[in-house]
């Protein structure tokens, strides 16, 4: 039986390996087929930034593997809309991610869902493991 | 004394800025880097203290913000430097400060 697994970002990418870390968890995870979510609140939702750019920092800029998530099946991306409002971000400051239906045709869907810190709870409350980063 | 100080963490994160902010005097540079750009993104509550401080000269390092996405969207009045600008500001500081 598949297992609701959540892994929570809260780390700005670069500044520490944690991003990068969770990306590489989550991909390795993806194999096992369980039923998969993330959760980005706090700096978290940095890692999401587009338009980044590592070329003068010497460092691998991961951000263009969050777009290959959809290809894991890995389609439920929460947002929290606070963490986003205090940072003085919007959703079109992110990355537009999406995934294939295969139920619907392989209808091109939107991966993330800007949600409210308590609905963020909810979401939390709802999951068999939770994974923090 | 012209003193830099330097903040390589998000002020969301840690307090380092406005810790450093509350302690920096008129004439002082302050220098974001690392993680510590995230306080010059326009429409935070850092920026604002930013914009409240005066006399103090704001810097963010180019590259560090670049890889963040947020070069787009520095908040007014906040001088981009590259690695050597990094380097001038510590040459013409008699002291630097680093607020880890």
Redesign the interface.
């Known amino acids: 039986m598949s297992k609701k697994f959540m892994y929570l970002n809260r ?5 520490t390996v944690y991003a990068l870390e969770s990306l590489e968890v989550v991909l390795i995870g993806a194999a096992f087929e369980q039923d998969v979510s993330l959760a980005f609140i ?2 978290g939702v ?1 890692q999401l ?9 010497g ?1 691998k ?1 991961f ?1 263009p593997t969050y777009s290959a998530l959809g290809d894991y099946d890995v389609n439920k991306i929460y947002v929290e809309k606070e963490s986003l409002e ?4 919007t959703l079109d ?1 992110l990355q537009h991610l999406v995934w294939e239906d295969e139920d619907e045709d392989w209808a091109e869907k939107d991966s993330i869902r800007l949600v409210s810190r308590a609905e963020l709870a909810d979401v939390l409350d709802d999951q068999d493991v939770v994974l923090s980063f | 004394m012209a003193m830099l100080h330097t903040v390589n963490k998000s002020p969301f994160e840690s307090n380092s800025f406005e810790t450093c902010l509350g302690l920096a005097k008129s004439g002082s540079t302050v220098l974001l880097f690392e993680d510590g750009v995230y306080a010059a993104t326009a429409g935070t509550s850092a920026a604002d203290a930013i914009s409240n401080a005066n006399g103090i000269t704001f810097a963010v390092l180019g590259p560090d913000a670049q890889a963040r996405g947020i070069d787009g969207k520095l908040a007014d009045g906040i001088k981009v430097v590259d690695y050597d600008g990094f380097v001038d500001l510590v040459a013409e500081s008699d002291q630097v400060q680093a607020w880890l």
């Open positions: 780390k700005a990418p670069y500044g706090g700096d940095y930034t587009k338009g980044q750019n590592t070329d003068g920092i460092m800029n951000s205090e940072r003085g971000l400051d």
